[in-house]
């Protein structure tokens, strides 16, 4: 008895108690400080005190909100939308069929693609040159650009997580389908394709938070009120609604859901590519 | 050996089905799309950089001055202070985000209780938007009215103006990006330390050791490429870092908490598009002449052990 039991180690009561209390001082405080200040009335925002709301303006603030410049914050969530569904889209399919031509096929092309993508994940992008590439495009200031952009960027990720996942279906599937006389897209698309649905949901769900929450691609490459993504609206209310942070907080709540939904539902696929992603990288 | 004899059916009966050259089920081309967008966007502004920032550039055109752009970076305090700035802000958040994350996972994997809580709460903020964590951490850390020196003031102590005074808003910024960043640091080494081999533990057990020698000895250099990866991913992300410094204090007051990468936005935004330039440039040296001896260095290590 008394082995199993040290084997078994009892939970530690106190490091237990004493890691919940900093991890809700630390961590929990300032959400709750969001949501709390998000609910208040305007005067009692703007104390930017850690209260409990006198009055509860939970749908007011929320129409408020959604109402402010001419509904811009449903305009934002409707490009956030079309550019991290297209470009996520994109990038997976482009990145999948480049891991799979990498992973499989010994050529001379191999030590040059794997330069490039580790180049991607180091390099800072030049952001002027960039900008002039898209003016010579003429996709400067659209959101064909920008999805364009977001692809080029997130690209070598998702190789990196394609690859090493390609890397563990037997090639002998490959040889079988094209005994059946399936062709390269057959082969792709049909076969191999399928098989990677855990990388898939991973790279999809851990790319859609990063582009959702990208802030610096859209300011440069994507500005003007009329296109803004919801991480610029944030900023524009900032500093149109200086005094009014009960909608400011509000603005925050409201964005901070999508990438909260993901987590909850996500959860285990988005370790999962963090982990695996960034081990390898 | 298996593999070459595997292979080699397929492919000689696809060259006998009356085709003339054997094609390859992996074809080239479906490099092609994903080449293309990459080349486009990302190689070709890289390279053609190298050549602006050799320019007096505005939106008409560009002129040819030679290295003007560069003598005015480095000229300039305001700009040659923003390299320092780059360099403290990316050592100081990877730096406490190897130890804060080296301990929180060692605590989370641990025998505590609200274990899966604990986890949750820590890795939350990594996917959180990142204006959205600096716009309230500017407000907490408010210097009268701020949740953060509030506090401070009931045990007596008098906070400083975080995000005001010039000698702590490049740090406070730090701060706040390890808070945002350390849980992804935690979850790497959490990754690390599980796939340690219990017998380990239990070898050192039998040997009677403590908590500190099971870190020091076993932990510590098997959790090494854990460590590796995060250096390296927090010193990119560090070095590149824009919009949280943006957000909370636009790299002021003055130019205190300027970075490379908002001085490239400023002066993208005045107009001085070869200067804008030139800073990336400097930037992409300065992250390439990091990173890249940095990571070779640890995984050379890394391959010894």
Not at chain 1, 120 to 147: C, D, E, N, Y
Not at chain 2, 6 to 18: C, D, F, M
Not at chain 2, 68 to 73: C, D, Q
């Amino acid at each position: 008895m008394t082995v199993l039991t040290s084997r078994r180690p009892r939970k530690n009561l106190l490091l237990s108690f004493l890691a919940i209390v900093l991890s809700v001082i630390v961590f929990l405080v300032p959400f709750a400080f969001v949501l709390l200040t998000a609910i208040k009335d305007q005067q009692q925002a703007s104390l930017l005190d850690f209260s409990w709301p006198h009055q509860f303006r939970l749908v007011q603030n929320f129409i408020d909100v959604v109402e402010a410049r001419d509904y811009m914050l449903i305009i934002a969530f409707i490009n956030s939308t079309i550019l991290t569904v297209a470009s996520v889209t994109l990038m997976v399919v482009f990145g999948a069929m480049v891991a799979f031509v990498l992973q499989r096929r010994r050529s001379k092309w191999n030590a040059l693609v794997n330069a490039l993508v580790l180049a991607g994940l180091i390099i800072p992008p030049a952001v002027v040159p960039t900008i002039w590439v898209l003016q010579k495009l003429g996709l400067f200031r659209t959101m064909p650009g920008l999805i364009l952009v977001e692809v080029a960027f997130g690209l070598s990720f998702v190789i990196l997580l394609f690859r090493a996942f390609i890397g563990t279906i037997p090639r002998e599937l490959d040889e079988a389908a094209v005994i059946d006389g399936a062709g390269p897209m057959r082969l792709f698309f049909r076969v191999i394709l399928p098989l990677l649905r855990p990388v898939i949901i991973t790279s999809v769900v851990v790319q859609s938070v990063f582009v959702f929450n990208d802030f610096t691609n859209p300011l440069y490459f994507l500005p003007g009120d009329q296109n803004a993504t919801v991480q610029l609206t944030l900023y524009n209310f900032a500093s149109t609604y200086n005094t009014q942070y009960n909608l400011l907080f509000m603005n925050i709540l409201l964005i901070t859901i999508p990438p909260l939904v993901m987590f909850l539902f996500f959860n285990r696929q988005i370790v999962a590519g963090m982990t695996a992603g960034a081990i390898k990288g | 050996m298996a593999t070459t004899t595997v292979t080699r059916p397929a492919e000689t009966l696809v060259s006998s089905a009356g085709r003339v050259r054997a094609k390859s089920p992996y074809p080239h081309w479906f490099y092609l799309p994903a080449a293309v967008i990459y080349g486009v966007l990302f190689i070709v502004p890289t390279i053609i950089a190298f050549y602006f920032s050799l320019t007096r550039w505005s939106i008409f055109d560009s002129k040819f001055i030679g290295l003007g752009n560069y003598r005015t970076f480095f000229q300039e305090p305001a700009l040659v202070t923003s390299l320092w700035h780059t360099l403290i802000y990316a050592v100081v958040t990877s730096g406490l985000k190897v130890v804060l994350g080296l301990l929180l996972a060692m605590l989370l994997t641990s025998q505590i209780l609200a274990r899966g809580y604990l986890r949750s709460v820590v890795f939350f903020p990594v996917l959180v938007s990142t204006i959205g964590v600096g716009l309230t951490f500017t407000v907490l850390m408010n210097p009268e009215k701020g949740l953060i020196n509030q506090s401070l003031s009931l045990i007596g102590i008098q906070g400083p103006g975080w995000l005001t005074d010039p000698s702590y808003a490049l740090l406070s910024v730090a701060l706040v990006d390890v808070w945002k960043g350390v849980g992804l640091a935690t979850l790497i080494y959490i990754a690390g330390i599980v796939s340690i081999p219990q017998e380990y533990f239990e070898a050192a057990r039998v040997d009677g050791a403590g908590a500190w020698e099971n870190f020091r000895h076993i932990v510590l250099p098997l959790a090494r490429p854990a460590t590796v990866t995060v250096i390296t991913l927090s010193l990119i992300g560090g070095l590149r870092s824009f919009d949280l410094i943006w957000a909370m204090t636009r790299g002021g007051p003055g130019f205190t908490s300027d970075v490379i990468a908002s001085v490239i936005y400023k002066q993208y935004q005045a107009g001085f598009y070869g200067l804008s330039t030139a800073g990336n440039v400097v930037l992409f040296l300065v992250v390439t002449a990091i990173v890249l001896p940095l990571s070779r260095f640890l995984n050379r290590k890394e391959v010894e052990l």
